[in-house]
Antibody, heavy 120, light 110 residues
Framework: QVQLQESGPGLVKPSETLSLTCTVSGYSMTSGYYWGWVRQPPGKGLEWIGNIYHTGSTYYNPSLKSRVTISVDTSKDQFSLKLNSVTAADTAIYYC?????????????WGQGTLVTVSS | QTVVTQEPSLSVSPGGTVTLTCGLSSRSVSTNYFPSWYQQTPGQAPRTLMYNTDTLSSGVPDRFSGSILGNKAALTITGAQADDESDYYCVLYMGSGISVFGGGTKLTVL
């Protein structure tokens, strides 16, 4: 069964770059799904960040597009998130997800999530 | 900026029926938006309940159902149980690879 696991620093300084990696197990990343990121500020709702296909095609939330880069390394079964120029508003739990190519709003499964705090 | 609307909070009595909705500020929701629903309890990752409007995710009890009601997507819980008390999020596919989550509904069972 497919499993996703986020990893990366839990603390990032303001104005620096947040970097997270998601490792995929139990499924081939080239088998026809999108891979992406969703975040959730403490006590608030979910926000879609973006998706990537194994070919490298990317789709980003327009409100974050200028600061976000999602990349994929299928040889390592990983995909990554970079968010630059972070502020306290970027403090959130970051989830990596798999998105269906047919059921276009189906995000499943989800990683357990990792809390990233932006603070000096 | 597209806004997906959900009721901030709802309550239901144990055994009762409640309908959560998912709308758009400027147009009607249809199956073309592939509405999906997620349940989240505190400290946990979201769990998929429903996708493609009315397809139940594996392992989800059939007291949950999905539909289009009027101009919104809807999630109905029939025979609510105590452990249905959770936050519920819908998400719509807007095209061009873009998805938008609703603000979530906090459901209380009392």
């Amino acid at each position: 069964q497919v499993q996703l696991q986020e990893s990366g620093p839990g603390l990032v300084k303001p104005s620096e770059t947040l970097s997270l990696t998601c490792t995929v197990s139990g499924y081939s990343m080239t088998s026809g799904y999108y891979w992406g990121w969703v975040r959730q500020p403490p006590g608030k709702g979910l926000e879609w960040i973006g998706n990537i296909y194994h070919t490298g095609s990317t789709y980003y939330n327009p409100s974050l597009k200028s600061r976000v880069t999602i990349s994929v390394d299928t040889s390592k079964d990983q995909f990554s998130l970079k968010l630059n120029s972070v502020t306290a508003a970027d403090t959130a739990i970051y989830y990596c997800v798999r998105r269906s190519r047919i059921a276009m709003s189906l995000f499943d499964p989800w990683g357990q999530g990792t809390l990233v705090t932006v603070s000096s | 900026q597209t806004v997906v609307t959900q009721e901030p909070s709802l309550s239901v009595s144990p055994g009762g029926t409640v309908t959560l909705t998912c709308g758009l500020s400027s147009r009607s929701v249809s199956t073309n938006y592939f509405p999906s629903w997620y349940q989240q309890t505190p400290g946990q990752a979201p769990r998929t309940l429903m996708y493609n409007t009315d397809t139940l995710s594996s392992g989800v009890p059939d007291r949950f159902s999905g539909s289009i009601l009027g101009n919104k997507a809807a999630l109905t819980i029939t025979g609510a149980q105590a452990d249905d008390e959770s936050d519920y999020y819908c998400v719509l596919y807007m095209g061009s690879g873009i998805s938008v989550f609703g603000g979530g509904t906090k459901l209380t069972v009392l």
